[in-house]
């Protein structure tokens, strides 16, 4: 892979891609839907050699055309990263509608990626999806998620692409996620943020939900998309993930006792709920993948 194309590149993925794609010395072009000077890019990005597009994805389609405004030539080795995602004020919110538009627009960043002569598109799923299929085909009771709306859009997305890219006959290659974390906690998601509180020592509302959730840095995140790049198999679904899942109680837990005692080994007994969902086994064997982090890192990082 010696270039790629970048979807919602201003993203907490996006942004972790960006600067390890930088590092390796791959040509990038960044999609963003906010218009961003020199400098901002600069700040985003921690690089003056990306390009960067604001093309909001309702308007991918224009991407050819765009492209060549910025002097971009795709290769033959060219990577499509589709990251870009909205709800309606967040990634998992809004109507069923407002997250289907996000469909017809992965979609038609496939088609765009073929005809730039894209090797590769790679998209973003989440666990989500693997919950949702579970239950399809195991469960007699009604469906039950509170990201319901966005689990139904990321299937549809899924199936869509899947179709989409053996029609144009480009490699398409899937994953999924269940929370990648800025372990230097300054990303803001209810995750860092409840983080951030637990080592302040300021009171947070337990968690309610009891499902399994599995953390991996952004670091680890960004190193498995470098590798699904030069290596995923065509067709693949892969779990990027760190395979220690646990509730989030769990992991709150787990930090707090981390804090107090800076014993990594007195948080294992946290993790030992397994799960075959989180299993990333198939991307380590086509790509060599393995996490170079774990959560309890979170304090090397953060404190
Ligand atoms: N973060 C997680 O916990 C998580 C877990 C599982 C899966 N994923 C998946 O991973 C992917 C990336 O997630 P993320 O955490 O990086 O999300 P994020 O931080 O919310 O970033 C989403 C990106 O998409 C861009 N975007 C949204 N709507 C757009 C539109 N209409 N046109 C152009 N760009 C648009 C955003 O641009 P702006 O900067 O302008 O908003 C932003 O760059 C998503 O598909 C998400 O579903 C994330």
């Known amino acids: 892979?010696?270039?790629?194309?970048?979807?919602?590149?201003?993203?907490?993925?996006?942004?972790?891609?960006?600067?390890?794609?930088?590092?390796?010395?791959?040509?990038?072009l960044c999609l963003g839907r906010k218009e961003l000077d020199k400098r901002?890019?600069?700040?985003?990005f921690g690089s003056s050699a990306v390009k960067y597009l604001c093309?909001?994805?309702?308007?991918?389609?224009?991407?050819?055309?765009?492209?060549?405004?910025?002097?971009?030539?795709?290769?033959?080795?060219?990577?499509?990263?589709?990251?870009?995602?909205?709800?309606e004020k967040k990634l998992t919110d809004g109507t069923f509608k407002s997250q289907l538009e996000n469909v017809g627009n992965s979609a038609n960043a496939i088609t765009v990626a073929n005809d730039l002569g894209c090797k590769k598109?790679?998209?973003?799923?989440?666990?989500?999806?693997?919950?949702?299929?579970?239950?399809?085909?195991?469960?007699?009771?009604?469906?039950?998620?509170?990201?319901?709306?966005?689990?139904?859009?990321?299937?549809?997305?899924?199936?869509?692409?899947?179709?989409?890219?053996?029609?144009?006959?480009i490699d398409y290659v899937h994953t999924r996620?269940?929370?990648?974390?800025?372990?230097?906690?300054?990303?803001?998601?209810?995750?860092?943020?409840?983080?951030?509180?637990i080592s302040k020592n300021i009171k947070y509302q337990k968690p309610t939900n009891s499902q399994l959730f599995d953390i991996i840095s952004v670091e680890d995140v960004a190193k498995a998309y470098l590798l699904i790049g030069c290596h995923g198999k065509n067709k693949a679904d892969y779990y990027i993930g760190s395979s220690r899942p646990a509730t989030l109680e769990q992991f709150f837990n787990a930090f707090e006792k981390l804090l107090k005692t800076k014993n990594i080994k007195k948080t294992e007994k946290f993790f030992s709920n397994k799960s075959s969902f989180f299993n990333?086994?198939?991307?380590?064997?086509?790509?060599g993948f393995s996490p170079s982090s774990i959560f309890e890192d979170i304090l090397k990082e953060s404190f």
């Open 1 to 28: 892979m010696k270039k790629a194309i970048i979807s919602g590149s201003t993203g907490l993925l996006g942004r972790a891609l960006v600067k390890l794609l930088c590092l390796k010395g791959i040509e990038l």
């Open 40 to 44: 901002s890019c600069e700040e985003i």
């Open 55 to 87: 093309l909001p994805m309702e308007r991918i389609l224009e991407l050819k055309r765009k492209s060549e405004e910025v002097n971009w030539v795709t290769d033959n080795s060219c990577v499509f990263y589709n990251f870009a995602w909205s709800g």
């Open 121 to 169: 598109f790679v998209n973003a799923g989440t666990i989500e999806e693997t919950f949702a299929d579970s239950w399809f085909k195991n469960s007699s009771k009604e469906f039950n998620s509170t990201q319901m709306n966005y689990s139904l859009a990321k299937i549809a997305a899924r199936d869509m692409c899947k179709i989409v890219a053996y029609l144009c006959k």
């Open 177 to 197: 996620l269940s929370v990648p974390l800025d372990f230097t906690l300054q990303n803001g998601s209810y995750v860092a943020n409840t983080l951030k509180k």
């Open 280 to 287: 990333y086994s198939q991307l380590k064997q086509d790509t």
